[in-house]
Protein backbone atom coordinates (compact mmCIF):
# COMPACT_ATOMS: atom_id res chain seq x y z
CA UNK A 1 0.00 0.00 0.00
CA UNK A 2 1.61 3.09 -1.21
CA UNK A 3 0.64 7.13 -0.54
CA UNK A 4 2.22 9.35 -3.04
CA UNK A 5 3.10 12.27 -1.32
CA UNK A 6 3.32 14.72 -3.72
CA UNK A 7 1.76 15.29 -7.36
CA UNK A 8 0.08 17.26 -9.43
CA UNK A 9 -2.62 14.88 -10.79
CA UNK A 10 -4.96 18.43 -11.36
CA UNK A 11 -2.33 18.97 -14.59
CA UNK A 12 -3.32 19.67 -18.30
CA UNK A 13 -1.17 17.12 -19.27
CA UNK A 14 -4.36 14.52 -17.12
CA UNK A 15 -7.07 16.07 -18.84
CA UNK A 16 -7.64 13.26 -21.10
CA UNK A 17 -7.38 10.37 -18.85
CA UNK A 18 -7.27 11.57 -15.20
CA UNK A 19 -10.21 9.37 -13.78
CA UNK A 20 -7.88 6.37 -15.54
CA UNK A 21 -4.35 7.59 -14.30
CA UNK A 22 -6.28 7.66 -10.80
CA UNK A 23 -7.46 3.66 -11.19
CA UNK A 24 -4.31 2.86 -12.24
CA UNK A 25 -3.18 4.30 -9.61
CA UNK A 26 -5.68 2.33 -6.95
CA UNK A 27 -4.55 -0.91 -8.96
CA UNK A 28 -0.79 -0.34 -8.49
CA UNK A 29 -1.46 -0.34 -4.45
CA UNK A 30 -1.67 3.31 -4.00
CA UNK A 31 -4.15 4.46 -1.29
CA UNK A 32 -4.39 7.69 -1.25
CA UNK A 33 -2.50 10.95 -3.07
CA UNK A 34 -1.76 14.40 -1.89
CA UNK A 35 -2.45 16.12 -4.99
CA UNK A 36 -0.48 20.01 -4.38
CA UNK A 37 -2.65 22.97 -5.33
CA UNK A 38 0.24 25.00 -6.32
CA UNK A 39 2.43 24.78 -9.11
CA UNK A 40 -0.07 26.16 -12.11
CA UNK A 41 -1.26 29.69 -11.27
CA UNK A 42 -2.77 30.45 -8.18
CA UNK A 43 -6.09 29.56 -9.29
CA UNK A 44 -5.11 25.69 -9.72
CA UNK A 45 -5.48 25.50 -6.56
CA UNK A 46 -9.26 25.41 -6.72
CA UNK A 47 -8.69 21.91 -9.05
CA UNK A 48 -7.18 20.08 -6.52
CA UNK A 49 -9.21 21.02 -3.78
CA UNK A 50 -12.00 19.86 -6.00
CA UNK A 51 -10.45 16.69 -7.28
CA UNK A 52 -9.98 16.00 -3.16
CA UNK A 53 -13.82 17.07 -3.17
CA UNK A 54 -14.15 13.92 -5.52
CA UNK A 55 -12.39 11.00 -4.58
CA UNK A 56 -11.79 9.78 -1.05
CA UNK A 57 -8.63 8.68 -1.90
CA UNK A 58 -7.14 12.07 -3.11
CA UNK A 59 -6.29 15.15 -0.58
CA UNK A 60 -4.94 18.29 -1.77
CA UNK A 61 -2.86 21.45 -0.30
CA UNK A 62 -3.04 25.02 -1.50
CA UNK A 63 -0.38 27.51 -1.27
CA UNK A 64 1.82 29.68 -3.95
CA UNK A 65 4.64 27.81 -6.11
CA UNK A 66 8.25 29.80 -5.68
CA UNK A 67 8.05 30.13 -9.28
CA UNK A 68 4.96 32.03 -8.70
CA UNK A 69 5.73 33.86 -6.19
CA UNK A 70 4.81 37.52 -7.63
CA UNK A 71 1.29 36.09 -7.43
CA UNK A 72 1.17 36.63 -3.30
CA UNK A 73 -0.76 39.11 -2.13
CA UNK A 74 -3.42 40.04 0.41
CA UNK A 75 -6.73 38.54 -1.05
CA UNK A 76 -4.73 35.47 -2.06
CA UNK A 77 -3.40 34.71 0.94
CA UNK A 78 -7.18 35.31 2.25
CA UNK A 79 -8.35 32.39 -0.40
CA UNK A 80 -5.83 30.23 1.25
CA UNK A 81 -7.01 30.65 4.82
CA UNK A 82 -10.37 29.87 3.39
CA UNK A 83 -8.93 26.47 1.86
CA UNK A 84 -7.56 25.44 4.60
CA UNK A 85 -9.94 25.60 6.78
CA UNK A 86 -11.53 23.05 4.13
CA UNK A 87 -12.26 19.49 5.55
CA UNK A 88 -10.38 17.68 2.50
CA UNK A 89 -7.01 20.48 2.84
CA UNK A 90 -4.27 18.96 4.34
CA UNK A 91 -1.39 21.29 4.42
CA UNK A 92 0.52 24.27 3.05
CA UNK A 93 2.67 23.71 -0.10
CA UNK A 94 3.77 23.24 -1.96
CA UNK A 95 5.68 26.20 -1.17
CA UNK A 96 9.48 27.47 -0.90
CA UNK A 97 12.87 28.92 -2.47
CA UNK A 98 13.96 28.13 -6.63
CA UNK A 99 17.14 29.97 -6.91
CA UNK A 100 17.80 27.52 -9.61
CA UNK A 101 15.26 29.02 -12.34
CA UNK A 102 14.22 32.29 -10.74
CA UNK A 103 11.18 32.59 -12.22
CA UNK A 104 10.07 35.26 -9.37
CA UNK A 105 12.81 37.82 -8.04
CA UNK A 106 14.76 36.65 -4.83
CA UNK A 107 13.33 39.03 -2.26
CA UNK A 108 9.52 38.00 -3.68
CA UNK A 109 10.15 34.10 -2.96
CA UNK A 110 11.62 34.81 0.80
CA UNK A 111 8.68 36.74 1.34
CA UNK A 112 5.93 34.79 0.05
CA UNK A 113 7.30 31.64 2.02
CA UNK A 114 7.65 32.89 4.87
CA UNK A 115 4.21 34.30 4.76
CA UNK A 116 3.09 30.82 4.17
CA UNK A 117 4.74 29.35 7.22
CA UNK A 118 3.43 31.93 9.29
CA UNK A 119 0.08 30.84 7.56
CA UNK A 120 0.84 27.60 8.99
CA UNK A 121 2.10 28.12 11.89
CA UNK A 122 -1.35 29.98 12.97
CA UNK A 123 -3.47 27.14 11.45
CA UNK A 124 -1.63 24.66 12.38
CA UNK A 125 -1.30 22.76 9.48
CA UNK A 126 2.06 21.09 7.66
CA UNK A 127 3.85 22.16 5.28
CA UNK A 128 5.26 20.97 1.78
CA UNK A 129 8.45 22.19 1.16
CA UNK A 130 10.16 23.11 -2.74
CA UNK A 131 14.03 23.69 -2.50
CA UNK A 132 15.96 24.15 -5.24
CA UNK A 133 19.19 25.89 -6.25
CA UNK A 134 22.87 25.80 -4.84
CA UNK A 135 23.27 24.48 -1.45
CA UNK A 136 23.74 26.53 0.73
CA UNK A 137 22.67 29.51 -1.57
CA UNK A 138 19.03 28.50 -1.71
CA UNK A 139 18.98 25.97 1.53
CA UNK A 140 20.19 27.84 3.96
CA UNK A 141 17.56 30.76 3.78
CA UNK A 142 15.28 28.11 3.37
CA UNK A 143 15.76 27.03 6.45
CA UNK A 144 16.26 30.38 8.15
CA UNK A 145 12.89 31.54 6.87
CA UNK A 146 11.49 28.58 8.09
CA UNK A 147 12.99 28.87 11.69
CA UNK A 148 11.90 32.18 12.30
CA UNK A 149 8.64 31.98 11.18
CA UNK A 150 8.02 29.50 13.84
CA UNK A 151 7.89 26.65 11.85
CA UNK A 152 10.10 24.44 14.31
CA UNK A 153 6.90 23.63 15.95
CA UNK A 154 4.95 22.35 12.67
CA UNK A 155 5.15 19.75 10.54
CA UNK A 156 7.75 19.94 7.21
CA UNK A 157 8.53 17.41 4.37
CA UNK A 158 11.20 18.98 1.62
CA UNK A 159 9.81 16.83 -1.11
CA UNK A 160 11.63 15.89 -4.37
CA UNK A 161 14.77 16.19 -2.50
CA UNK A 162 18.20 16.98 -4.43
CA UNK A 163 20.26 18.80 -1.86
CA UNK A 164 23.17 17.91 -0.07
CA UNK A 165 23.72 14.95 2.65
CA UNK A 166 25.12 17.92 4.94
CA UNK A 167 21.73 20.52 4.53
CA UNK A 168 19.88 16.74 4.96
CA UNK A 169 20.95 16.49 7.91
CA UNK A 170 20.46 20.00 9.21
CA UNK A 171 17.11 19.95 8.10
CA UNK A 172 16.05 16.44 9.96
CA UNK A 173 17.86 18.15 12.94
CA UNK A 174 15.29 20.91 12.40
CA UNK A 175 12.55 18.32 12.24
CA UNK A 176 11.90 17.73 8.64
CA UNK A 177 10.48 14.54 6.52
CA UNK A 178 12.60 14.11 3.51
CA UNK A 179 10.60 13.18 0.16
CA UNK A 180 12.33 11.46 -2.97
CA UNK A 181 11.00 11.26 -6.07
CA UNK A 182 11.84 9.72 -9.42
CA UNK A 183 15.27 11.30 -9.69
CA UNK A 184 16.75 8.84 -6.87
CA UNK A 185 15.63 5.77 -8.95
CA UNK A 186 18.16 7.19 -12.07
CA UNK A 187 21.28 5.47 -12.70
CA UNK A 188 23.85 8.54 -12.04
CA UNK A 189 22.04 9.42 -8.94
CA UNK A 190 24.62 8.08 -6.71
CA UNK A 191 25.32 10.71 -4.48
CA UNK A 192 21.95 11.57 -3.76
CA UNK A 193 20.77 7.95 -2.98
CA UNK A 194 23.58 8.03 -0.83
CA UNK A 195 21.40 11.05 0.84
CA UNK A 196 18.28 8.72 0.66
CA UNK A 197 20.05 6.22 2.65
CA UNK A 198 21.13 8.03 5.40
CA UNK A 199 17.47 9.05 5.82
CA UNK A 200 16.13 7.91 9.10
CA UNK A 201 12.85 5.41 7.63
CA UNK A 202 10.67 7.11 10.16
CA UNK A 203 11.27 10.19 8.61
CA UNK A 204 11.12 8.88 4.49
CA UNK A 205 8.54 9.64 2.38
CA UNK A 206 8.23 8.57 -1.60
CA UNK A 207 6.69 11.02 -4.27
CA UNK A 208 5.96 11.20 -8.06
CA UNK A 209 6.01 14.79 -8.35
CA UNK A 210 3.47 13.65 -11.35
CA UNK A 211 3.68 14.48 -14.42
CA UNK A 212 7.52 14.84 -13.71
CA UNK A 213 10.18 13.43 -12.99
CA UNK A 214 9.34 9.87 -14.24
CA UNK A 215 11.00 6.98 -12.84
CA UNK A 216 13.78 4.75 -14.35
CA UNK A 217 12.16 2.36 -16.78
CA UNK A 218 9.70 4.61 -17.38
CA UNK A 219 11.92 7.74 -18.41
CA UNK A 220 10.74 10.06 -21.06
CA UNK A 221 7.08 9.48 -20.79
CA UNK A 222 4.46 11.67 -18.51
CA UNK A 223 4.89 10.31 -14.58
CA UNK A 224 1.72 9.40 -12.75
CA UNK A 225 0.99 8.08 -9.25
CA UNK A 226 1.03 4.55 -9.90
CA UNK A 227 4.72 4.58 -10.36
CA UNK A 228 5.48 5.47 -7.00
CA UNK A 229 6.40 2.36 -6.11
CA UNK A 230 9.41 2.17 -8.40
CA UNK A 231 10.34 5.08 -6.07
CA UNK A 232 9.96 2.41 -3.41
CA UNK A 233 11.97 -0.13 -5.10
CA UNK A 234 15.10 1.91 -5.24
CA UNK A 235 14.79 3.39 -1.27
CA UNK A 236 13.64 -0.20 -0.16
CA UNK A 237 17.05 -1.61 -1.44
CA UNK A 238 18.94 1.42 -0.71
CA UNK A 239 17.28 0.71 3.20
CA UNK A 240 17.38 -2.68 2.83
CA UNK A 241 14.43 -3.76 3.73
CA UNK A 242 11.49 -5.31 1.74
CA UNK A 243 9.44 -3.43 -0.41
CA UNK A 244 6.10 -3.80 1.75
CA UNK A 245 7.88 -2.18 4.89
CA UNK A 246 9.16 0.78 3.40
CA UNK A 247 5.61 0.74 1.38
CA UNK A 248 3.86 0.45 4.74
CA UNK A 249 6.40 2.78 6.72
CA UNK A 250 6.38 5.79 4.26
CA UNK A 251 2.73 5.44 4.51
CA UNK A 252 2.72 5.89 7.60
CA UNK A 253 5.15 8.68 8.15
CA UNK A 254 3.06 10.56 5.29
CA UNK A 255 -0.45 9.90 6.81
CA UNK A 256 1.15 11.27 10.40
CA UNK A 257 2.31 14.26 8.75
CA UNK A 258 -0.69 15.25 6.80
CA UNK A 259 -3.11 14.43 10.03
CA UNK A 260 -4.84 11.92 6.82
CA UNK A 261 -7.62 9.36 8.24
CA UNK A 262 -6.19 5.91 8.52
CA UNK A 263 -6.87 4.01 4.94
CA UNK A 264 -9.86 2.13 4.80
CA UNK A 265 -7.92 -0.96 4.50
CA UNK A 266 -5.77 -1.01 7.71
CA UNK A 267 -7.03 -2.85 10.26
CA UNK A 268 -7.27 0.31 12.95
CA UNK A 269 -9.20 1.83 10.49
CA UNK A 270 -12.56 -1.33 10.59
CA UNK A 271 -11.55 -1.52 14.32
CA UNK A 272 -12.18 1.96 14.98
CA UNK A 273 -14.90 2.23 11.95
CA UNK A 274 -18.29 3.41 14.02
CA UNK A 275 -21.14 0.82 13.76
CA UNK A 276 -23.74 1.38 10.52
CA UNK A 277 -26.20 3.63 11.42
CA UNK A 278 -29.44 1.36 11.54
CA UNK A 279 -31.99 2.36 9.26
CA UNK A 280 -35.17 3.78 10.88
ZN1 LIG B 1 8.51 21.21 -6.31
ZN1 LIG C 1 5.62 19.58 -7.23
Given at each position: ?????????????????????????????VDAMIAIGSGYGFEGNADAVALAEGHADVFATVGVHPHEASEMNDAVL????????HPRVVGVGECGLDFHYMNSPEDVQRRAFAVQVALARELD?????????????????LLEI???????????????YTGSQAFAHRALDAG???????????????????????????????????????????????NEPAWVGRVGETLAELHDVPLEELARVTSDNARRLFRLPASPATPEASATASPATPRA
Open positions: MWLDSHCHVTADRFAADRDAALQRARDAGRRLREWLAQPVSIHVRGDDPDAYAPWLAEGGGSLEGVLHCFAVSFSGIVTFKGSGELREVARSVPLDRLLVETDAPFLAPEGHRGRR
